[in-house]
């Protein structure tokens, strides 16, 4: 059974700084592209960024490019995604994924797994 637990949501003031971490057990992590997605009250879910089995590649959204630093450890089977400079539209329930290949990073529907989720806030 695949379990993907994100932590580390939290309330923050703008321009201040919060780590996302997400925990797997299940699956064979290192073989799994991991995927960060946020969707914010009436709106879609969007993706956020991505990274490689081995980390020697990422992807961002525009919206976090600079800001936002997605990272593994897969001895530890573990995501993180550093998030610095935060700003109010970052409020949003943030969503861990894994998928076992993606032809597009940020396709939501390619990833087979999903966490619950971890609430960021952003005040202004």
């Known amino acids: 059974q695949v379990q993907l637990v994100e932590s580390g949501g939290g309330l923050v003031q703008a321009g201040g700084s919060l780590r996302l971490s997400c925990a797997a057990s299940?699956?064979?992590?290192?073989?799994?592209?991991m995927g960060w997605f946020r969707q914010a009250p009436g709106k879609e879910r969007e993706f956020v960024a991505a990274?490689?089995?081995?980390?020697?590649?990422?992807n961002y959204a525009d919206s976090v490019k600079g800001r936002f630093t997605i990272s593994r450890d897969n001895a530890k089977n573990t995501v993180y995604l550093q998030m610095n400079s935060l700003k109010p539209e970052d409020t949003a329930v943030h969503y861990c994924a894994a998928a076992r290949t993606v032809l597009s990073w940020g396709t939501s529907t390619e990833y087979d797994y999903w966490g619950q989720g971890t609430q960021v806030t952003v005040s202004s």
């Open positions: 990274i490689s089995w081995s980390g020697g590649s990422t």
């Open positions: 299940g699956l064979t992590f290192s073989r799994h592209v």
